[in-house]
Every structure is written in C-alpha cells, then in structure tokens.
C-alpha cells in the first residue's frame, strides 16, 4: 500500500495538503508530505514485516516535532498509541506501560535514558526514532474506524489513573466537532505550548490543526517570555490554553515596559480567536486578557472521556464564566440524583452522549459500566443552565482537584506520602489559588519525634509523582487525636482547615503546628 493510501481520515487527508506546512519548531518546517512518509517508515519498522500490530499498544515519548510522525506510524501499522509524559517521574512512566501492558516502546534523545531501565525491567523492546525512520516503506494494514487508537490516562476518584480508550472514529468526532464550530481552516496558524498527553494538546490543538490543513508552531514548553516573543515575531490566528498560562501571559505583560507592551498588545490583532479551558477560568482573567489584547476569550467545557461537549460561539455573545452551549453532534443534560432532567436553574450533574464519547476504561469494565447511566457518561461535574448557557459549579467529588489545567486525585497522592516512614498520617486537598485554579495542599500529622520540610517532602515526592501532583503548601498538625466528620474518617478534618472553611468554628481540629508554603 502507497503512503498515501491510508484509511484513517486525518492521514488520508493530509495527503491534499502536500509540501504545506505542518509542524514548525524553532527554524525548522515538516511538511504534510515529510509527516506522510516519515509515518509510513516507522509504521514500517514497527511492523518489521508483520501485517497487522492488531492493537498493540506502543508506548512512547519523543520530542515535540516527531510527535505527529510517531502517532501516525503507530495508527497505520494497527497500534493503539499510549503517549507518556515528559515531566513523569520513573514510577508514573512505569504505571502507564505496565497498566496498559504495552507491547512495545518508542523514545528519542533524551527520552531514550530515560526509558532504558523500564524497557530492561520489563523486556520490553524500545524503539529509537531515528532507527525507524530509516525503515523502507512495505505494505501497511486497512485500519477500520473502529479499532481502538489511543489510550490516555486520566485521574479518577478511584485513586491511581485509569486508561480512556478512544477509537478512531470517536478521535475523529472530536476533531470534527471543533472544526466545525471554530471554523478551522488550511490558513490557520497555532501556537502549541500544552504538554502531549491529554486531549486538549492532542485533539483539541494538535489533531484539528492537522485535519485542517493549518500550521502548527510548537515550543517545546510553556514560557511566558518566548510566547509573548512569538506573537510578536509570527501572525498567528489561534491560540488554545489553560486559564493558568492567561494568568502568566498578563503577569509577563504587566512587567513589561510600555513600549514592549504595546507590542505586545499590537501582536493580538493577528489572531482570530483565542480559547481557554480545561478548567474553570475566572471572570477577573477573562476581563483583563481583553483590556490588554482585545480578546474575549472563548471557553469551552471538556473532558478526557468525551472530549469537547459544551462552548461558547465562535460568533455571537460569550458569556463570562459559562462554556456555552452543546457542540455539534454533543447532547448535554443537567441531571438530579435519580438520573432524571433538571429544569433550567437547577443545579445537577452533568451528563454527555455522543460519537466522541469514549468506549470504556482500558481493562476496568466495572468502572467503565459505573461511568455510564442510560447510555450517558456521568462527568461528575456539577452544572447548571443559566439564561440559555451552561455554566460548570464544581465536582461532586472534593477529591479530584484541577492544578494549572492537570486533574491530579487526593486520594493517589495521599496514598503515596502516607507510605513515607516519618508521616503518621495525611490528607490532600485543593484550595482555591489565583495562578492555578486550586493547589494541592497536604496537612501532615507526622510521627512522634520527627519533623519534616516542605523542600525535603516535594523532592521525596517528586520521586514517586508528577511535579504537578506534589503538594507545595503543607500543614503540620500535632497528633491525630482530634475528632472529625465522618465522611473520610477523621483525616477529612484537614479539608475543612485547609480550605477556605479554616476559621469555622463546626469543626474541632487540632493544633496546626506549622503552615509551610512555597510558591
Ligand atoms: C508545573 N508545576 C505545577 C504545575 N505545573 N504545579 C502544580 N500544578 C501544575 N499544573 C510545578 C513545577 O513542577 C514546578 O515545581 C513549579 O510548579 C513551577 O513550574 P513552572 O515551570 O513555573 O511551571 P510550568 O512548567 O511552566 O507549568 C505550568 C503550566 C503547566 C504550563 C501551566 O502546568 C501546563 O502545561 N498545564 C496544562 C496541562 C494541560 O494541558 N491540561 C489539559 C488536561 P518546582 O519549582 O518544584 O520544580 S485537561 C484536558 O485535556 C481536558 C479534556 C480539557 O478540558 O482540556
Ligand atoms: P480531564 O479529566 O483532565 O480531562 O479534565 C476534565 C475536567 O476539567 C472536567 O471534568 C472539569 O472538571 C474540568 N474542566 C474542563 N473545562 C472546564 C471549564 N471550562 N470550566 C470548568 N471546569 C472545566
């Protein structure tokens, strides 16, 4: 089979766009056409002369540029792509190729250290990009829209992170949908400072540059500075964020000189749209990233499972602190505890139904079977429609927190520090922070006689965790003798002091000893 002959859609497409840019970073253009043969190589080499890889799962971490390349190679040789995170620690790396009983491994420069001892422990074959671009191109499978792709880990209420399996064309609805009500176009330009392990980098940014045709610029990672320096440099059309980086892009605007800050500000006029979301942005961010580029942001509602569901219009009114309305294609419903529709201006949890919607968890039938009622999936989110408009008020769980766009679980963290020898006991907690959204916080009855240090547990915790799930602000309590509610035993206390509920008076609590905080 030619390269060009391929049966998942955002490929075959890519074919009409030719020698047009793809993937810019730094000086450097991949064009459609290199995109197309560099895939069918590593499919190739994937294959090494087997038909079909029938949904194994090819684990991998390169480097932004050969992101796409990788992606594609795997979906035209059969696999499923399982992508990892650059900022994992060894023992999350590790979860995510053991949980999806990953077959094989890509990696390249860096990444390849990195991946040596997981591969060795786990015989497992690690795969060198630059090896397999040096693949002849040999025949390659039909792969049906209906073959599982790709498998991206999310964090539940269940503890340690679950797979989200998509397949092709729930992948495909997803894009769609967004081309659709955003208007992608071939002369579309983004910016891509997300990381490549969660939707809205993957699809939301990625994907549906790719399906347009468009060009997508890539910094390897988020700096406010280079940002800036690129819109002033480049004439984007689109930029994609979470509310995080907005707070960040104003606070590097803000120290600014006027004259650089006129730049700046001119630099705007370039785009056509700018989106926020992953998590709730505030109304204050959203006000002053229009006094000082013009732009009201867009933003939407989404999530792992089901992709994009709700936003607000590309023309028309949006509403500050709502996500609009359902995309195309997506029904949304506001539910009460029976499962049954709740009128306008009643809160309830949100409900979604679509062709994006996700198959199941990787290997958690139960789980997946739990996520479902009627054919819905149950988000866990809490909304309600207001005006017309679907604004999200929370989760129905305190122990999935939103950090900086990440969704991390108190209770995977927890786990983890309480296994530390000098901590008797612990509680993780978001509280309402102005950069992040929420921050993790741990209150931390240590055992008797020792004491412990905020540097000391983020690096010990670092170890085991993602940087963005370690606790960096930590209160250390005296003994766990205190009374609580009953709702996650004694330790739920802890929630109530360090959220914003410290001063209440409900609630007995113990001695705080000491409240350490960096950041
Ligand atoms: C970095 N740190 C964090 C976070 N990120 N801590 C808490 N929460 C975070 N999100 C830590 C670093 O490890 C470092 O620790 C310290 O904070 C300062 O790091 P800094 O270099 O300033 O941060 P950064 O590397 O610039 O990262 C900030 C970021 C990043 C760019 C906002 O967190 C990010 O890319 N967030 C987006 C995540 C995302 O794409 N979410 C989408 C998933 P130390 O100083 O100790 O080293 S949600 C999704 O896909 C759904 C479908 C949806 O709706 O979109
Ligand atoms: P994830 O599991 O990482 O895909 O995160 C999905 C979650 O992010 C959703 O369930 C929401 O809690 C949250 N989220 C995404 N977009 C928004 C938004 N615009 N406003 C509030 N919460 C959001």
């Known amino acids: 089979m030619k390269s060009a002959d391929c049966s998942i859609s955002i490929i075959s497409r890519a074919t009409c766009h030719g020698s047009s840019p793809a993937i810019v970073f730094e000086d450097h253009v991949l064009s459609y056409s290199q995109i197309l043969d560099q895939s069918a190589r590593i499919a190739s080499g994937l294959l090494n002369g087997a038909d079909d890889l029938n949904g194994s799962r090819v684990a991998f971490l390169v480097e932004k540029p050969s992101y796409t ?12 792509v399982v992508p990892l995170c650059e900022v994992h620690p060894l023992r999350e790396l590790d979860y995510v190729i053991e949980d999806s009983d990953a077959n094989v491994l890509i990696a390249e420069g860096i990444f390849i250290e990195r991946l040596e001892p997981i591969a060795r422990h786990r015989a497992l074959p690690l795969m060198r990009v630059p090896d397999l671009l ?14 599982p792709a790709m498998i991206l880990y999310t964090s539940g209420t269940t ?9 092709h064309s729930q992948i495909e609805a997803q894009i769609t949908t967004l081309i659709e009500a955003w208007e992608w176009t071939s002369d579309d330009h983004i910016l891509h400072v997300l990381p490549l392990h969660h939707v809205h980098g993957i699809i939301n940014i990625l994907c549906c540059a790719l399906w347009a045709g468009a060009r997508c610029e890539t910094l390897p990672r988020f700096d406010a500075d280079q940002v800036w320096d690129l819109f002033i440099k480049r004439k984007f059309t689109l930029f994609m964020a979470v509310p995080t980086i907005y707070v960040r892009l104003i606070t590097a605007w803000e120290k600014a000189p006027a004259s650089r800050r006129k730049q700046m500000s001119e630099a705007c006029k370039s785009f056509r749209l700018m989106v926020s979301g992953s998590a709730a942005l505030p ?8 006094e000082i580029t013009g732009h009201t942001l867009l933003e939407r509602y989404g999530m792992t499972e089901i992709g994009m569901a709700l936003s607000n219009p590309l023309h028309g009114k949006r509403v500050p602190g709502a996500v609009g309305v359902p995309l195309p294609g997506v029904e949304v419903r506001v539910v009460d505890e029976a499962g049954v529709p709740v009128p306008e201006g009643e809160e309830g949890e949100l409900q979604v139904r679509g062709p994006g919607v996700f198959s199941g968890y990787w290997r958690r039938p139960q789980e997946s079977k739990e996520s479902f009622r009627d054919g819905w999936f149950c988000t866990g989110d809490v909304a309600v429609v207001d005006g017309g408009v679907y604004r999200v ?9 939103k950090t900086g766009g990440y969704k991390v679980s108190a209770l995977e963290i927890e786990e983890v520090f309480r296994a530390h020898p000098d901590i008797a006991d612990c509680a ?3 509280v309402e922070d102005p950069q992040w959204g929420e921050r993790v916080c741990i209150g931390i009855v240590p055992k008797p006689g020792k004491s412990l240090t905020m540097d000391y547990l983020r690096d010990w915790g670092k170890q085991r965790l993602a940087p963005y799930k370690v606790p960096s602000r930590m209160l250390i309590l005296e003994e766990p003798s205190w009374e609580g509610d009953k709702t996650r035993g004694e330790i739920s206390l802890f929630e109530v002091i360090c959220s914003s509920r410290i001063n209440s008076s409900n609630y007995p609590r113990p001695t705080p000893r000491t409240m350490i905080s960096r950041g």
């Open 69 to 80: 390349s990788v992606q594609w190679g795997i979906w035209r040789a059969g696999g499923i």
């Open 134 to 147: 040096f693949s002849s191109i040999g025949p390659l499978p039909q792969v049906g829209p209906q073959r």
């Open 159 to 167: 503890g340690k992170p679950k797979g989200v399996v998509t397949t």
């Open 283 to 290: 109304v204050s961010v959203l006000e002053k990233w229009r």
């Open 393 to 401: 008020l929370g989760r129905k769980s305190i122990d999935i927190i």
């Open 428 to 430: 993780v907690v978001g």
